[in-house]
């Protein structure tokens, strides 16, 4: 298999993921000068070689690459896109929609500060799978135009500020945990909140 999977980590138990590299599938962010992907990209090299082996995948051979996508997706209950990156560009969430829209029984998680991307594909008529969970992440600055409600991320910073809610669900750390529970943002709906500790 040419596509790089992560069979999970510390946070996330053992969800599979795959990502992509941070800063450069994102949009510009002030979020990119504490972003702990990119740090992680410059103190491990096995890691950032993965994240750009899945990108230099998608844009030589993208039929791979969504082939791998598909058939990582066929087997598993849940899973999370970009644990570093984002969306790149409109093709690839409506490659995501499909498959994911194809594979009923895995529950896959998404975070995205590609705002304009999804509301244009919810403009035109396209439905997010129910067992897709786009989520948007919000930054300090960074303007969210959310007019369908999609579920938000915010950070809550060490210095205790936040531009989450009060009735936000605080994140446990342990996506797994909240996965099987049906709980945290794998059961979040629209207008609501998931708030996570900055790290």
């Known amino acids: 298999m040419e596509l790089r999977v992560s069979p999970g980590n510390q946070k996330m138990g053992s ?3 795959i990502s992509l590299p941070a800063v450069i599938t994102c949009r510009d962010c002030d979020c990119k000068n504490k972003c702990y992907a990119r740090k992680l990209e410059r103190i491990r090299p096995s890691v950032r070689n993965s994240y750009q082996s899945n990108l230099d995948l998608l844009h030589k051979h993208p ?3 969504w082939r791998e996508f598909e058939s990582v997706i066929m087997a598993s209950r849940f899973f999370r896109l970009h644990v570093s990156g984002d969306i790149p560009d409109a093709d690839y969430l409506r490659n995501v929609i499909k498959i994911v829209a194809n594979n009923p029984h895995c529950e896959v998680l998404c975070f995205t500060k590609r705002y304009e991307l999804v509301n244009r594909f919810l403009e035109s008529g396209w439905l997010i799978p129910k067992n897709l969970h786009i989520i948007y992440s919000g930054w300090p600055g960074l303007e969210m135009n959310n007019p369908y409600s999609l579920p938000e991320a915010h950070v809550i910073f060490k210095d205790g500020t936040t531009e989450a809610n009060e009735t936000a669900v605080l994140c446990n750390g342990n996506c ?4 099987i529970t049906e709980s945290g943002c794998w ?3 629209y207008g609501q909140q998931v708030v996570f500790h900055e790290h």
């Open 187 to 189: 059961n979040l709906k």
């Open 176 to 179: 797994m945990e909240c996965a």
């Open 15 to 17: 969800i599979p993921s």
């Open 63 to 65: 039929d791979v690459f």
